[in-house]
């Protein structure tokens, strides 16, 4: 029996059709990953937003930028809490994310109250250097969360 051309040319169709339906139930991310997703998109717009708010050039942060930074903490803290419990690794990067935050704006009131302390050109506080260790493990996990829901 011999097909006609045109009955190939749907079987071809509907061939490519279920192989790309497969390729993208395969291909996207796990459903868990909506919330984390939701979690650094959240954080991208926070950083935008705080960017927005900071004065121009280096120096203390100002009462504006604390209260911003404090929203973003907050922010990812309540989105930390909507991880899946079916990833407890995504659960705990991100739970370890919003620890890391809120320490990141405790510390600003702090490192502002010591370097108003400190003659001018005297070296940066302790803490403002603790507030960098703290944001390198802030872009880390932020970095890890990124990775294992990439797509």
């Known amino acids: 029996m011999k097909l006609d051309r045109r009955w190939w040319i749907a079987i071809g169709v509907v061939v490519a059709v279920i192989v790309a339906l497969v390729y993208s139930m395969f291909n996207r991310p796990p459903a868990e990953c909506d919330a ?3 979690l650094l998109q959240f954080n991208q717009s926070q950083a935008a ?5 900071s004065s121009e050039g280096e120096g203390l942060p100002t009462l504006a930028e604390e209260t911003a930074y404090r929203a973003w903490a ?3 803290a309540e989105r930390a809490q909507k991880v899946s419990r079916s990833a407890p690794d995504l659960e705990w990067t991100s ?3 919003a620890n890391l935050a809120d320490e990141f704006v ?3 009131s702090k490192v502002r109250a010591e370097a108003e302390s400190r003659a001018p050109g005297a070296p940066a506080p302790p803490t403002f250097y603790e507030m960098t260790a ?3 493990q802030i872009s880390q996990k932020l970095a890890h969360l990124s990775e294992a829901c990439a797509g």
């Open 74 to 76: 907050d922010g990812l």
């Open 106 to 108: 405790r510390k600003m």
């Open 95 to 97: 739970s370890q994310l």
């Open 49 to 53: 937003l705080i960017e927005s708010k």
């Open 134 to 136: 703290i944001n390198a």
């Open 36 to 38: 984390v997703r939701e």
